[in-house]
C-alpha cells in the first residue's frame, strides 16, 4: 500500500462542474502539497497545507490532519484545469511522498 | 519493481564548491524531470530530458547544468555552489516526452554550509 493515495485515478467532467480530489496519507507530516502539471512541463505548486482550509480563486484545498486526509476542490472547472492533480506530503522525516497524481480532463 | 534511483542521497557541500546529483530512472523510462525545493518552500521545477535531449527547462540556474546519457540516467552539475541551493533535489521519470504519469525518486539532500 502506497503512503500517499489519491482518488479518483482519472476524472472527466463537463465545464462548469464541481470538481474533488482526494487525498488519504498514512504517515505523520509537517504539510501536504496540493500540485499540478499539465503536460510536457513542470510542477507548479497550487497549494502548501499544515493544518486547516486555504482559497486561491476557484481552488479550495482542505485537510484534516486527525484523519490524515486532504481534499482538493475546483468550482466552476473549465478546460484549461485540466492537468495532472498530484499530492505530495512532507514527512516528519522530512522526506517528500508524491501520491500518483490524478488526471483531470475538462469538456468544454 | 524498481524505482527511481537518486545518489548520494545526502550531500555537504562547502560554498564555490561543486556537486553533481545522479537520477537512475526506472527501466525503459526516457524522460527525466529535476526538482529542486528548498526548506520550507514549494517544489520548482529545473529542467527535463526527452531521449537524451532537454525538453523543457524551468527555474534552473545558469550555474546549474545537467544532461541525460545513452543509457537514460542523468546527472545535475552544480557549480559554485551558494548557501541559498541548500535544498532537496529530487528527480522525477516517464516513459514518453508527454506523460501524465512520474514516478518520483527519494531525493537528494544537499547542504551548503
Known amino acids: 500500500k502506497n503512503e500517499v493515495e489519491q482518488s479518483p485515478q482519472n476524472l472527466t467532467a463537463q465545464e462548469g462542474e464541481f470538481i474533488t480530489i482526494n487525498c488519504s496519507y498514512s504517515?505523520?507530516?509537517?504539510?501536504l502539497h496540493w500540485l499540478q502539471q499539465h503536460p510536457g512541463g513542470g510542477i507548479v505548486s497550487l497549494f502548501m497545507l499544515s493544518s486547516g482550509k486555504k482559497k486561491h480563486g476557484r481552488l479550495i484545498a482542505t485537510i484534516n490532519i486527525q484523519e490524515k486526509h486532504s481534499s482538493l476542490h475546483i468550482t466552476a472547472s473549465h478546460p484549461r484545469d485540466s492537468a495532472v492533480y498530484i499530492c505530495?506530503?512532507?514527512?516528519?522525516?522530512?522526506?517528500?511522498?508524491f501520491g500518483k497524481g490524478t488526471r483531470l480532463h475538462i469538456l468544454p | 519493481a524498481a524505482g527511481v534511483i537518486q545518489s548520494p542521497r545526502h550531500l555537504i557541500k562547502e560554498k564555490r564548491e561543486t556537486a553533481t546529483l545522479k537520477c537512475y530512472p526506472i527501466?525503459?523510462?526516457?524522460?527525466v524531470y529535476w526538482y529542486q525545493q528548498g526548506p520550507g518552500q514549494d517544489p520548482q521545477f529545473l529542467i527535463s530530458f526527452y531521449e537524451k535531449m532537454q525538453s523543457d527547462k524551468g527555474s534552473i540556474p545558469d550555474r546549474f547544468s545537467a544532461q541525460q546519457f545513452s543509457d537514460y540516467h542523468s546527472e545535475l552539475n552544480m557549480s559554485s555552489l551558494e548557501l541559498g541551493d541548500s535544498a532537496l533535489y529530487f528527480c522525477a521519470s516517464s516513459r514518453g516526452e508527454i506523460s501524465y504519469e512520474q514516478y518520483f525518486g527519494p531525493g537528494t539532500r544537499l547542504t551548503v554550509t
Open positions: 527501466p525503459r523510462h526516457d524522460t
Open positions: 504517515v505523520g507530516i509537517s504539510a
Open positions: 505530495a506530503v512532507r514527512s516528519k522525516g522530512d522526506k517528500i511522498i
